[in-house]
């Protein structure tokens, strides 16, 4: 082995996190086209979670990205150097997939050791470091194990100290915590958070998963059919959807029938003003939070019938459904009990904020 291989140690420990971005990257697959003029910036050391539903080109990104597609369009850089046509093993990116990928005949350190054995590093830096990943992820003593030997979480633990321990510049994870039941998916989630800030690592996750995205991500992009709909901070997207979609896909929301006139709009007595004055007068769906809409005594507000009622713990919801047929999902304090078949009073907090669903979308704010 040569010494040029060899690390010069401090400076190699460190991750050279660079910004990603994608300039309308195209992606056409036989009669489907997969990425749709992609455009996206990630900061240096940022985390980016792409959400959106099944098919919509989560993969087909990170597979861009990662370079094991060809694009067909646009322009893939890293701190504004096009990698678009740069191989995989030169793009320098850590992955780590749905399915538990590890090699079934070598122990976890194996392994965590394979990358760095591909990339010829000397066999005893190569054993310090992926111990040192396997303690990042807090599996030093696991080491010895073989994959059946772990479980579900521990496998995922195992594949993301693989993906570190070559120290890449760029992070990629497809839906790391589809497989694993809840409880897991939540620590292993915050695990990955911590790391990441640790690490300061630029990261892009893929998840089908709201909760999930809005839980780690210091930014969400929104991707529908090929494209991203919106991207913005957790509290951008939830409380200023740009879209319909964006509004349905990311919390729960009601459809509420309303009435745009003079540049508001009127929903259950509660006057709105329109973001976008021109929104021409009319009858308008507008979409509310559950927390926005307030449950009181008959006579106060529209007059409605509770037809369903959860406790969750910190909270309660409850069904109603307004004299028009109209159905309403409310949250509310849990204090507040309601029953099936109690009549009550519906208003929408002065607060809420609603999107126009019919025509183009347009966020509403309090008058
Ligand atoms: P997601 O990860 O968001 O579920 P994908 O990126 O895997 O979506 O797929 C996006 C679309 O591209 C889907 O409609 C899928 O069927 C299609 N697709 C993905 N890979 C291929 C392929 N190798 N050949 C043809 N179509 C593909
Ligand atoms: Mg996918």
């Given at each position: 082995?040569?010494?040029?291989?060899?690390?010069?140690?401090?400076?190699?420990?460190?991750?050279?996190?660079?910004?990603?971005?994608?300039?309308t990257?195209?992606?056409?697959?036989?009669?489907?086209?997969?990425?749709?003029?992609?455009?996206?910036?990630?900061?240096?050391?940022?985390?980016?979670a792409?959400?959106?539903?099944?098919?919509?080109?989560?993969?087909?990104?990170?597979?861009?990205?990662?370079?094991?597609?060809?694009?067909?369009?646009?322009?893939?850089?890293?701190?504004?150097?096009?990698?678009?046509?740069?191989?995989?093993?030169?793009?320098?990116?850590?992955?780590?997939?749905?399915?538990?990928?590890?090699?079934?005949?070598?122990?976890?350190?194996?392994?965590?050791?394979?990358?760095?054995?591909?990339?010829?590093?000397?066999?005893?830096?190569?054993?310090?470091?992926?111990?040192?990943?396997?303690?990042?992820?807090?599996?030093?003593?696991?080491?010895?194990?073989?994959?059946?030997?772990?479980?579900?979480?521990?496998?995922q633990?195992?594949?993301?100290?693989?993906?570190?321990?070559?120290?890449?510049?760029?992070?990629?994870?497809?839906?790391?915590?589809?497989?694993?039941?809840?409880?897991?998916?939540?620590?292993?989630?915050?695990?990955?958070?911590?790391?990441q800030?640790?690490?300061?690592?630029?990261?892009?996750?893929?998840?089908?998963?709201?909760?999930?995205?809005?839980?780690?991500?210091?930014?969400?992009?929104?991707?529908?059919?090929?494209?991203?709909?919106?991207?913005?901070?957790?509290?951008?997207?939830?409380?200023?959807?740009?879209?319909?979609?964006?509004?349905?896909?990311?919390?729960?929301?009601?459809?509420?029938?309303g009435?745009?006139?003079?540049?508001?709009?009127?929903?259950?007595?509660?006057?709105l003003?329109?973001?976008?004055?021109?929104?021409?007068?009319?009858?308008?769906?507008?979409?509310?939070?559950p927390?926005?809409?307030?449950?009181?005594?008959?006579?106060?507000?529209?007059?409605?019938?509770?037809?369903?009622?959860?406790f969750?713990?910190?909270?309660?919801?409850?069904?109603?459904?307004?004299?028009?047929?109209?159905?309403?999902?409310?949250?509310?304090?849990?204090?507040?009990?309601?029953?099936?078949?109690?009549?009550?009073?519906?208003?929408?907090r002065?607060?809420?904020v609603?999107?126009?669903?019919?025509?183009?979308?347009?966020?509403?704010?309090?008058?």
């Open positions: 082995m040569s010494l040029a291989t060899a690390p010069s140690s401090s400076a190699d420990t460190q991750i050279r996190a660079v910004s990603v971005e994608l300039d990257v195209v992606k056409e697959y036989p009669g489907h086209r997969a990425l749709d003029g992609v455009s996206l910036d990630v900061q240096s050391g940022e985390f980016v792409l959400l959106g539903p099944s098919g919509c080109g989560k993969t087909t990104a990170l597979r861009a990205i990662a370079g094991l597609e060809g694009i067909d369009g646009g322009q893939i850089r890293f701190d504004g150097e096009d990698v678009s046509r740069t191989p995989t093993n030169l793009r320098d990116v850590g992955m780590v997939f749905q399915s538990y990928s590890l090699f079934p005949h070598l122990t976890a350190q194996e392994n965590v050791e394979f990358g760095l054995r591909m990339r010829r590093v000397p066999a005893a830096e190569r054993r310090s470091r992926a111990a040192e990943a396997l303690d990042m992820v807090g599996l030093g003593e696991r080491g010895a194990r073989y994959a059946h030997q772990l479980s579900g979480g521990q496998q633990r195992v594949a993301l100290a693989r993906a570190l321990v070559t120290r890449p510049r760029v992070l990629l994870l497809d839906e790391p915590l589809s497989a694993l039941d809840a409880k897991v998916r939540v620590q292993l989630r915050d695990q990955i958070r911590s790391i800030t640790e690490l300061g690592i630029t990261t892009l996750f893929v998840t089908h998963d709201q909760e999930e995205a809005l839980a780690v991500a210091d930014r969400v992009a929104v991707m529908r059919a090929g494209n991203i709909e919106q991207i913005g901070t957790p509290e951008e997207l939830y409380g200023q959807p740009a879209t319909a979609f964006v509004a349905d896909f990311i919390g729960l929301s009601n459809q509420v029938p009435t745009v006139l003079g540049g508001q709009v009127e929903l259950l007595g509660t006057t003003a329109l973001l976008d004055p021109s929104v021409p007068t009319g009858p308008v769906l507008a979409s509310v939070r927390e926005d809409v307030l449950i009181g005594a008959p006579g106060t507000g529209s007059a409605a019938i509770v037809t369903g009622t959860s969750l713990g910190s909270h309660r919801r409850t069904r109603v459904i307004l004299e028009d047929g109209t159905e309403l999902l409310i949250q509310h304090e849990a204090e507040l009990k309601t029953a099936v078949g109690d009549a009550v009073g519906i208003r929408l002065g607060t809420a609603g999107i126009r669903l019919r025509g183009t979308a347009v966020a509403v704010r309090p008058a």
